[in-house]
């Protein structure tokens, strides 16, 4: 029987209690807070089945005393085939209206309940048969105590005192109702009382065991949870440069198949940005490791923000190399965001002194887009992109270049220079999915 929904997400104080309580052993049956609460509609929904099936059976169970009654009282018969049916009957009667949800929510009293008043009414009949001298009937009572309180699957807290009200009550009858010799009195008193404390003490055990699996569900739902978040992460982890905090290279080239294989389906241009920090061994060589560190740092977070379309995918494809994934992008819309790349590092304003005219930070780009086709592999995307990177490259970096290799584009500091606010070119289909 599974957990209910609403408490299998548990915090981390309860399941510290929850591991306490299975080490240590449980004091009681009573949990702290909420998760009694909870371990009361898990007790419900979990034994609801059986707690209708089981009165039905006894029903039957007293419809079978009936032939008893006609074979050993004869003489009693009508008045105990009465209260046989009436017994019969009330359990039925409680059986179909525990699907009320009233009734439902108050199951284990209503079960208890009925069980003392079958439990007089076997008294009555005892009583009856005593002043006939049918002294063998008083142990029939003992039936209802071992059924309510092992048969039936009801917690503890509900069966102990009725089960003392049941004891009571045959006690009281035995000795104000028949008359009972010195000898039969204390045989029958020892009786009940042995079989009504077993009774009681199989119940607390069976509890104790249910409580006990309770916890160990939990716990493992607990720790199930735990495992699945830990391997979310180290899934995210290991698809996530450390220093940058964008795509690493295995994710770029999963998510490049994948976007790859779409766009053949699709029959969609899928486009490929190489993005190359220009002297960076110098800016490496001039101001540390940690401020090159630095540096990749903000030229990812730049390319972050650039490409901001859901299915966009900025990677570190290697040292200070990126890739940008755009799917549904062609060879326009690819220029437009290398350019608008380039720019936008260039007005970082970032110092290069390895840079030997701008002395600023600066990046190449170098772009291709192209219809995936049935025989062609993603790595002629990469390669036309990183033949395009060679050219911006060549040409004197800061700039970004298209494949094929006629295909140049103004630097950065020439575009910055005819003029400032131009619209975010990255932004023009950013509604329909399209760059």
């Excluded at 032939?67 to 009667?93: C, K, M, S």
Aim: proline letters at 3%.
């Amino acid at each position: 029987m599974s957990l209910p929904n609403s408490y299998q997400d548990m915090s981390a104080d309860t399941a510290t209690y929850v591991r306490r309580l299975l080490d240590n052993g449980m004091h009681g049956l009573q949990f702290e807070g909420e998760l009694e609460s909870e371990f009361e509609r898990y007790h419900l929904n979990r034994y609801v089945h059986l707690n209708r099936v089981y009165p039905l059976l006894g029903a039957l169970v007293l419809v079978f005393f009936i032939f008893a009654d006609h074979l050993v009282i004869p003489a009693l018969f009508e008045q105990t085939l009465q209260i046989r049916v009436a017994d019969a009957l009330g359990i039925i009667l409680v059986t179909l209206a525990s699907r009320l949800a009233w009734v439902r929510n108050r199951y284990q009293m209503t079960l208890c309940l009925g069980a003392l008043c079958i439990h007089l009414s076997l008294i009555a009949i005892a009583v009856k048969a005593a002043a006939i001298d049918q002294f063998h009937y008083q142990t029939g009572s003992i039936i209802s105590v071992i059924f309510v309180c092992t048969v039936l699957r009801l917690q503890f807290h509900y069966i102990f005192p009725f089960a003392l009200l049941m004891w009571l009550s045959q006690v009281l009858a035995m000795h104000f109702l028949m008359h009972l010799h010195a000898s039969q009195f204390t045989e029958l008193l020892f009786l009940h009382t042995f079989v009504t404390l077993i009774s009681v003490l199989v119940c607390y055990r069976v509890e104790y065991e249910t409580r006990k699996n309770f916890l160990q569900q939990l716990l493992l739902l607990y720790e199930q949870e735990e495992l699945r978040a830990a391997h979310a992460e180290l899934e995210r982890l290991s698809l996530m440069d450390s220093l940058t905090q964008v795509a690493n290279r295995r994710h770029f080239n999963k998510s490049l198949e994948t976007e790859w294989n779409r766009c053949l389906r699709d029959d969609k241009p899928l486009a490929l940005l190489m993005v190359d920090v220009d002297f960076f061994k110098a800016y490496n060589d001039a101001y540390g490791h940690q401020r090159g560190d630095d540096c990749l740092i903000n030229v990812a977070d730049c390319l972050t923000q650039t490409s901001r379309r859901a299915a966009d995918l900025v990677a570190r494809y290697g040292g200070e190399e990126f890739a940008v994934i755009l799917p549904h992008a062609d060879q326009a819309s690819a220029q437009r965001l290398a350019e608008q790349i380039v720019r936008q590092i260039y007005e970082l304003n970032i110092e290069n002194e390895g840079s030997p005219e701008l002395k600023r930070l600066t990046v190449s780009v170098g772009f291709s887009a192209l219809a995936p086709a049935q025989g062609d592999a993603p790595n002629t995307l990469i390669s036309q992109a990183d033949s395009a990177l060679y050219m911006a490259k060549r040409k004197g970096k800061n700039r970004a270049h298209g494949f094929p290799a006629n295909e140049t584009s103004e630097t950065a500091e020439s575009a910055a220079s005819e003029g400032e606010g131009e619209p975010d070119i990255h932004d023009e289909s950013e509604s329909n999915g399209e760059i």
